[in-house]
Every structure is written in C-alpha cells, then in structure tokens.
C-alpha cells in the first residue's frame, strides 16, 4: 500500500471472516494505491456500497459504483482508492461458489465469464448493497447476532444465492470501462521516477525523457492519482526513506545519508514533509 497523501495515513477496517466466505469493509483516510497478489482458490468480488466523490482506480481504468470487479483470478491487485471511500471486499472459496452457481443453473459463470473482471451493473447492485450495508451496520454495532452459531450458514444461504442471481449473463452487462488515455505515458513516468529516485528531477527533467509535454504529462497524473507528478515523485521518495529507516540498524547509517539516497537534500524541508505523511520524525521511525 502506498498513500497518495502528505498526511497519517488510517484505515478503518472492519471483517467478518468463515472457512468459505470472508467480508472485509475499508475505509481510507486519504487516496492510497494497493498493489498485490490475491489469495489461491478464493474468488474475490470488489464494490463500492457507499457514495464517493471520485471513482476507483482499477488497472488505469475508472470504476464507479455501478461496477463489480476484482473478480479475474489471473489478474493481480492493482487499485487506486480515493480519500474517504468505502470499499467491500467479498471472498468467497471457489468450490463453494461453483456449487451455488450449479444449483442455480448458470453454467456460463466459468472462466471466460471471470476474465471479464468488470461488470456493469447499475440495476443488480442496489439489492447487493442494501445486503452488505445491513451486515456493515452488524459490524459496526458489535451485532451479537453475528456470534450466533447458524450465522454463517445464514450468509451462505442468503448472499450466495443473492450475488449468483445479480451477476449478468455474459452477453449482457458489458459496459466499456473508461481507460485512461495517458496512462502508458503515466506508467514510463513512474517507471522512471523509481529508477532515478536520488536524482533532482524536474517537470521538464520527466517531460524531456519521455517525449512528452508539461500539460499532457500532467493531466496525466492527474487523472491517476490526484496529484502532479512532481507531488507523486515526492511520496514515493518519503515511502523509501520510511521502507530504509525502518530496516536499517542505526549504527551503521544516518537520517541524513539516508534521505539523500533519495533526493532529500534540505533535512529542514524534508523532516516537515516526513512528519506531515508518517505523523512522527524520522528519528522516532529510525529508533523504533
């Protein structure tokens, strides 16, 4: 995870986790990209059951929430979550949702059906998110309900059946996502802002490697992350000298050399900066 923000990170997380099914509702204090793998022989479905002011981020593509996605068990995680966006992430083991898929007669839900990874879903979801705000709600409140021996073969014989009845068949529901037309230039300009992380680069520094102009290199960013590229370069550069702090033994380094390995040369500007991102010094990061 890596916060697009120069504040504390937080995240609310709340989950409700069986054998076959696991809940996991996320709030986020500030935009934060997530990066990984996905667990084996777990389908994973990602949504939205809150409003948002600005859309998910999903492989360079933009998802609302009249989406479902995630689903694609050969695709890795690869998201970017606005500030103060509630997401819902609902696992569910694969031989589990095979059977539900069985018993309600959807064949098409196979692997061609999976690759998909998006669906559009305005009118199914509603009913889907009244569900899962209700076991939200459960959570938040303590619910003793949620102790109660039966629950989780409530869940299986509720949801299960609710998700496998919303999902599209695999002519339907096929709404072009919106892809980002700068995003292969976004990707060269992070690919080479990590490759040059203790140099002094500039906007026209970036521009001029890439072949690119100012305006559209910024547009770029900005419909990525929120931000210009320069302020990205910034995170990334605070994120290596937390990962380095925290790794290193003090005896054999100093805050100082090991923010310049980065590009920090001012310990005054980049001690403001680090303590506005991480909420603490980096001596106090160094020390613990």
């Known amino acids: 995870?890596?916060?697009?923000?120069?504040?504390?990170?937080?995240?609310?997380?709340?989950?409700?986790?069986?054998?076959?099914?696991?809940?996991?509702?996320?709030?986020?204090?500030?935009?934060?990209?997530?990066?990984?793998?996905?667990?084996?022989?777990?389908?994973?479905?990602?949504?939205?059951?809150?409003?948002?002011?600005?859309?998910?981020?999903?492989?360079?593509?933009?998802?609302?929430?009249?989406?479902?996605?995630?689903?694609?068990?050969?695709?890795?995680?690869?998201?970017?979550?606005?500030?103060?966006?509630?997401?819902?992430?609902?696992?569910?083991?694969?031989?589990?949702?095979?059977?539900?898929?069985?018993?309600?007669?959807?064949?098409?839900?196979?692997?061609?059906?999976?690759a998909l990874n998006y669906l559009y879903m305005p009118e199914s979801l509603p009913p889907l998110y009244a569900y899962l705000n209700q076991l939200y709600e459960l959570?938040?409140?303590?619910?003793?309900?949620?102790?109660?021996?039966?629950?989780?073969?409530?869940?299986?014989?509720?949801?299960?059946?609710?998700?496998?009845?919303?999902?599209?068949?695999?002519?339907?529901?096929?709404?072009?996502?919106?892809?980002?037309?700068?995003?292969?230039?976004?990707?060269?300009?992070?690919?080479?802002?990590l490759s040059h992380l203790a140099q002094p680069l500039t906007l026209a520094d970036l521009c001029q490697a890439l072949g690119t102009s100012s305006r559209t290199l910024s547009y770029g960013f900005q419909e990525m992350f929120g931000m210009s590229p320069i302020a990205y370069l910034k995170v990334l550069r605070l994120q290596g000298v937390y990962r380095a702090l925290k790794v290193t033994e003090p005896t054999n380094q100093t805050i100082a050399n090991i923010a310049s390995r980065f590009g920090f040369w001012s310990l005054g500007h980049f001690t403001q900066d680090y303590k506005q991102m991480f909420g603490e010094l980096p001596s106090e990061t160094f020390k613990r």
């Open 139 to 193: 959570l938040r409140q303590k619910s003793m309900l949620l102790k109660q021996p039966n629950f989780q073969q409530l869940i299986l014989q509720d949801f299960l059946p609710l998700l496998v009845s919303a999902l599209p068949q695999q002519n339907q529901g096929k709404s072009s996502v919106k892809t980002y037309q700068r995003s292969h230039l976004v990707k060269q300009a992070e690919d080479y802002m």
């Open 1 to 114: 995870m890596t916060p697009l923000s120069l504040r504390p990170f937080c995240c609310d997380s709340m989950a409700l986790t069986f054998e076959t099914v696991r809940f996991s509702f996320n709030r986020l204090s500030c935009a934060v990209r997530m990066i990984g793998g996905k667990t084996p022989n777990y389908l994973c479905f990602v949504c939205l059951p809150q409003n948002m002011s600005r859309p998910v981020i999903s492989h360079r593509r933009s998802i609302t929430r009249d989406y479902l996605y995630g689903f694609d068990l050969n695709r890795s995680v690869d998201q970017i979550f606005p500030a103060d966006t509630t997401h819902c992430a609902v696992s569910i083991r694969q031989d589990v949702f095979a059977a539900c898929a069985e018993a309600l007669d959807r064949p098409d839900l196979n692997a061609q059906f999976f």
